[in-house]
C-alpha cells in the first residue's frame, strides 16, 4: 500500500511522479516544509523550495544509506538544479521502517 501526503503544488507532483516511476514505492510521502523556511537562503515567495521525503522501496535493499541517497537525488536531478533548495530524506527498504520505530 502506498501513502502521500499531497502538497498540491507543480514541483512535488513532478517529484512524486518521478519517484513513483523510478523506484516503484511502497510508501512515499512527500511533505513540503517551505513554510518553515520562509525569509531564509533559498525559499521562493509561493513555496515548493524545501521538502521532506518517505520512500519505503524494494529498490533500496543491501544498500547503503548513501547510495539511497544517489539514487534518489539521481532521479530528482532537475529538480535539485532548479527550485528544489532543500531536500530531506527518509530512505528504507521493506522492513526496515517497522524496525526503526
Known amino acids: ?5 499531497a502538497t498540491g503544488g507543480s514541483v512535488a507532483q ?8 523510478a523506484l516503484h514505492p511502497t510508501h512515499l510521502k512527500i511533505i513540503d516544509e517551505s513554510g518553515l523556511h520562509a ?6 515567495a509561493g513555496g515548493e523550495s524545501h521538502f521532506r521525503v ?4 524494494t529498490s533500496f535493499a543491501g544498500l547503503s544509506r548513501v547510495e539511497r541517497q544517489r539514487r ?3 532521479v530528482l ?8 533548495h532543500a531536500l530531506s ?13
Open 39 to 44: 525569509g531564509h537562503a533559498g525559499a521562493r
Open 77 to 84: 536531478a532537475a529538480e535539485l538544479s532548479g527550485p528544489v
Open 54 to 57: 518517505e520512500i519505503e522501496a
Open 14 to 21: 513532478a517529484i512524486e511522479t518521478k519517484l513513483r516511476q
Open 89 to 101: 530524506l527518509s530512505l528504507t527498504a521493506p522492513g526496515e521502517r517497522a524496525a526503526k520505530a
Open 1 to 5: 500500500m502506498s501513502d502521500k501526503q
Open 72 to 74: 534518489v537525488h539521481a
